[in-house]
């Protein structure tokens, strides 16, 4: 047997079975492509896994969602530490840019994963396979609308893989038509998945209804959103966790509220030259207190730093800024600790994401912490359902019967606006409930707050981010860059 790493290779992934990580894929033969594999439903599951495995790339993605917004300041060491991320922070970012070079490349690795599965679908039957198939197309799903968000329009391929050369005739497709093909993949994954998994971490029915809820959010079917996301909340198969301030601790991963959550591990480490090797997610050592000596915390790189802005936006008896952002100058003088400040200092720390002590922290400690990433959480389904009531003129009544739920777990009074007022109160608790969790940036462009909000962000251009240029070179010189880069 002879095993395989399948590695990145700029914007086309060849084969794209995993990355380096532990859950590699076994081939009799130097040719995956080969009938020796898919033929059993083992071997379908493997290329899932490898599927699965790219999402935890996807911390770079929270990270800019945070650093692009008016929530955090990049930070860092100094102005020139990870320059790609100061430059989004600035809005001064051009299409050569690590860090969005990274994400393309490593959000197209999971397509084409999903893709590698969808190719070979009709191979081998096995009585699990359209769960097998319902999961693989919510990741292809889940993917592409990364892309899309920041990217617009993106290469469109789908049930095979991008395999190189390919970049001579593939071309950026329409966001609508990508947005087409995502909805395609999650009604499929709504009507194929159960909202219970075989194991935890795993895609499910509900995963699927609360992405395609925010799909069509995203593109103003208030209607579809909110039938979809009624279905959800009122399957009860999911509820708000009664102590705010536990959700994001590792040892109540994967709880009540968790609708689909990226699983991260500290049993394999990785080095910045591989970033995409590590099983840990990679931002809680980034957003990490420099130089920290105290309990409770671990050290990091004071990156994503929340702004003195958001702090004030809470509620004085809002219980969840403690839990949310880390004021250290008052934590450190209550509890003995020292840190150093590093560039863009306001004081203050993304405690959701911040490593904790007692962590295996396997190789490099900073990039291998076992955080996972609430990537959609049932607060998150509550508030899209009341802006989707709230902007489809569809009741109201509704959309505060949800904002309140979320509010009400915390303590706090309910709202009783109505029209444009009460679309402020859900936009100002969608961001105060889910601040540092990466989806600030895209609330501000899809509800056309951007520009009056982020400093140095220029209307008709900031709404996307621009295609990397590697990736145009190598597609020849062909496709158009995003507008005004």
């Known amino acids: 047997m002879k095993l395989y790493k399948i590695y990145i290779l700029l914007f086309f992934v060849a084969l794209g079975i995993n990355s380096c990580s532990e859950d590699y894929l076994d081939v009799e033969s130097e040719d995956p492509n080969s009938e020796n594999f898919f033929n059993s439903q083992e071997d379908y599951e493997s290329a899932l896994i490898g599927a699965y495995d790219m999402l935890q790339s996807s911390y770079i993605n929270v990270m800019l969602g945070e650093i692009a917004s008016d929530n955090t300041l990049a930070g860092g060491e100094s102005a020139s530490d990870v320059i790609g991320i100061q430059q989004i922070d600035d809005m001064i970012h051009t299409p050569v840019n690590q860090q969005l070079s990274d994400l393309w490349r490593w959000m197209y690795a999971g397509v084409n994963r999903a893709n590698y599965i969808m190719e070979f679908q009709d191979k081998t039957d096995f009585p699990d396979k359209p769960r097998v198939l319902g999961e693989t197309r919510f990741l292809r799903a889940y993917y592409y609308f990364e892309l899309v968000k920041f990217f617009g329009d993106v290469p469109l391929v789908v049930d095979q893989r991008f395999l190189f050369g390919d970049q001579f005739d593939v071309d950026r497709t329409p966001k609508a038509e990508v947005y087409t093909q995502i909805e395609l993949d999650l009604i499929y994954a709504i009507d194929n998945l159960q909202y219970t998994t075989p194991d935890i971490g795993r895609a499910s029915k509900g995963s699927a209804q609360a992405l395609l809820g925010k799909v069509y959010l995203y593109q103003g079917k208030y209607d579809l959103a909110a039938n979809v996301l009624d279905d959800l909340i009122l399957s009860n198969q999911y509820s708000l966790v009664a102590d705010y301030s536990t959700i994001f601790e590792n040892d109540n991963e994967n709880n009540s509220e968790s609708v689909f959550e990226i699983q991260y591990s500290d049993l394999e480490g990785a080095g910045f030259g591989c970033l995409q090797c590590s099983e840990g997610n990679v931002a809680v050592g980034f957003n990490g207190i420099r130089n920290y000596n105290g309990p409770l915390f671990e050290s990091g790189f004071s990156f994503n730093v929340p702004t003195q802005e958001v702090v004030d936006l809470f509620d004085p008896a809002d219980p969840r800024l403690d839990t949310a952002i880390l004021d250290i100058d008052a934590f450190a003088s209550a509890n003995g ?41 049932f607060a998150d389904v509550l508030l899209m359902a009341a802006e989707a009531y709230n902007s489809g003129n569809l009741g109201d009544g509704q959309a505060r019967t949800y904002l309140n739920r979320v509010r009400t777990r915390v303590g706090l009074p309910d709202v009783t606006l109505s029209g444009t007022a009460l679309g402020d109160a859900i936009f100002l608790d969608r961001r105060l409930e889910l601040v540092g969790e990466g989806h600030h940036f895209f609330d501000l462009v899809r509800t056309g707050r951007a520009a009056s909000e982020i400093d140095n962000f220029v209307a008709g251009k900031h709404e996307v981010f621009p295609i990397p240029l590697e990736e145009i070179l190598l597609a020849g010189n062909r496709w158009e860059q995003n507008p005004n880069y």
């Open 337 to 377: 600790a020292t840190f150093s400040t590093g560039f863009e200092h306001t004081g203050y720390f993304n405690r959701k994401y911040i490593a904790r002590q007692g962590d295996l922290n396997t190789g490099d400690a900073n990039l291998t912490n076992p955080n996972n990433y609430r990537a959609i959480r």
